[in-house]
């Protein structure tokens, strides 16, 4: 599927030229998971525009099966339309009801306040055990009201969810009348929740872990990448690369409360936190270096070069040692995390990438060798091998298993801890790169790269359970339980 311009009245057309905001966005089409998406379809808006996301799912799970071809999604500021160039052609309702909810559009609008959002009905019909039957459409603009005005601000991206009440879509055996509502987000209590980056978006979204369901988005400057949540702090941390800053926000309110400066000869790629939330050890993967904040005085406090092209970090908070993944060096780092000194180099046998240490082992993802290498701890010896998928990137563990995230074959590796082999592979399509387990709801999710969601996969059966579309490449994905 392609996302494609919509048709504009005169006032709209003007509209567009005026804030010069709007351009087109590719879609594509989803893999074996997920299905029909908006994947890839983020915006090149100016700094000036808030954004919005519409999410759709449905009254009740059973109901007609209905299909419409939909267009001109927009919202209303007194009675003048801005459109969300990203927007879905095709609604069905078996897509909703497979993924609890699906994207439906996506798009930059300015700063003011919206009291309104329309569509235009172009074909609708009654999928009836594969017999498409076409539907008479009872009035094509489908105009639904907020419960309340909607203020948006400049930087702002905010997320309003569609419900659809297909049952009362239907007037009769042959008319439609679209039955929708619409609702901000909410976004509850720091419970249950998780929180995903999307960079190209300037957008973190969060999750319901009990539903798998957007509740909501945070706009953020500056292409937000890496998560690390400190829950006893009551923060979440961010790593922002283009704003060269960290910046910092109140899990209860989702409120940005400061934010430190990162030296702008650095140029940060991934970062981790302490356990005590008071330090922030930054990766400068071009520049080889590695970089401490120290969050409380926002003041950088350690510094030190770092092999060649250094990927990936792991805090070891009872050894309070840092292990380090360097790539052309194709060795592992540990440093003392006080001093910044090193106190010992492993050699591993590819490219090494994601780390994961359990049970006094370091597991280590060796992407060019498509293997995972253990080493025991502390000493660093060469344990063995495991041969997993193509281009593994990062490792979890949950429910007595390790699972990799296997770049290049689109699947998920299981992994015994101390047996030498990798059970089979968890199929869910594109890239897979990103991962977190919720242990209270016993799911593994799967952020893809390419399809623009996150998989979700039953720790209990180890299959896929669902998928989290999102419509942009996710980067950082944790669970705050």
Same mark, same amino acid.
């Not at 808006?45 to 808030?50: M, V, Y």
């Given at each position: 599927m392609k996302a494609r311009l919509s048709g504009l009245h005169t006032i709209s057309n003007l509209l567009v030229l005026f804030w010069g905001i709007f351009f087109l966005a590719g879609c594509q089409q989803g893999g074996t998971v997920g299905g029909d998406s908006l994947s890839g379809a983020a915006l090149q /808006?100016?700094?000036? $525009?808030?954004r919005l996301s519409v999410f759709l799912r449905l009254k009740e799970? /059973?109901?007609?099966n209905l299909w419409m071809k939909i267009s001109n999604l927009e919202v209303g500021s007194h009675n003048t339309w801005f459109p969300l160039r990203a927007a879905r052609a095709e609604i069905q309702r078996q897509d909703v009801r497979s993924n609890g909810q699906i994207l439906a559009g996506r798009g930059g609008v300015p700063a003011g306040q919206y009291q309104s959002i329309r569509f235009t009905v172009e074909k609708a019909a009654l999928d009836r055990d594969g017999e498409m039957i076409f539907l008479s459409v009872d009035n094509p603009v489908v105009e639904i009201d907020f419960p309340a005005e909607l203020n948006l601000a400049k930087g702002d991206s905010t997320s309003l969810f569609l419900t659809w009440d297909t049952a009362g879509s239907m007037q009769g055996a042959a008319i439609i009348r679209p039955k929708m509502t619409v609702s901000p987000q909410s976004i509850p209590l720091v419970t249950d929740l998780a929180y995903v980056s999307c960079p190209a978006l300037d957008t973190i979204y969060i999750v319901r872990t009990d539903l798998n369901m957007v509740c909501g988005s945070v706009g953020i400057s500056g292409n937000?990448?890496?998560?690390v949540a400190n829950l006893v702090g009551n923060r979440l941390f961010v790593l922002t690369p283009k704003d060269s800053a960290v910046k910092i926000f109140e899990l209860t309110s989702n409120r940005l409360i400061d934010q430190i400066r990162i030296p702008l000869s650095v140029k940060s790629t991934y970062m981790t936190v302490s356990a005590d939330g008071k330090k922030a050890f930054l990766l400068d993967e071009m520049g080889n270096n590695l970089l401490r904040l120290d969050l409380q005085t926002g003041t950088v406090d350690g510094q030190i070069r770092i092999g060649s092209r250094p990927k990936y970090m792991l805090y070891l908070e009872e050894q309070n040692l840092l292990a380090i993944s360097c790539a052309y060096a194709q060795k592992i780092y540990f440093l003392d995390a006080t001093s910044l000194t090193i106190v010992n180099t492993v050699d591993t046998g590819g490219t090494p990438d994601g780390l994961l240490e359990r049970d006094n082992y370091l597991y280590v993802a060796e992407s060019s060798s498509n293997s995972v290498s253990v080493f025991e701890l502390p000493g660093g010896s060469n344990k063995f091998r495991v041969n997993v998928g193509i281009k593994p990137r990062r490792l979890v563990f949950g429910n007595s298993h390790i699972y990799i995230s296997n770049y290049g074959s689109g699947n998920v590796s299981m992994l015994k801890p101390g047996q030498l082999n990798a059970s089979r592979g968890i199929q869910?399509?594109?890239?897979?790169? /990103?991962? $977190?387990?919720?242990?209270?709801?016993?799911?593994?999710?799967v952020g893809d790269e390419q399809k623009g969601g996150v998989a979700v996969i039953d720790l209990s059966s180890n299959k896929v359970a669902g998928w989290i579309e999102l419509g942009a490449a996710p980067n950082s994905f944790i669970v705050v339980n």
């Open positions: /808006e100016s700094s000036g $525009d808030a799970p /059973e109901g007609p937000p990448t890496t998560l869910v399509g594109g890239m897979p790169f /990103e991962m $977190d387990v919720s242990l209270a709801r016993q799911w593994l999710y």
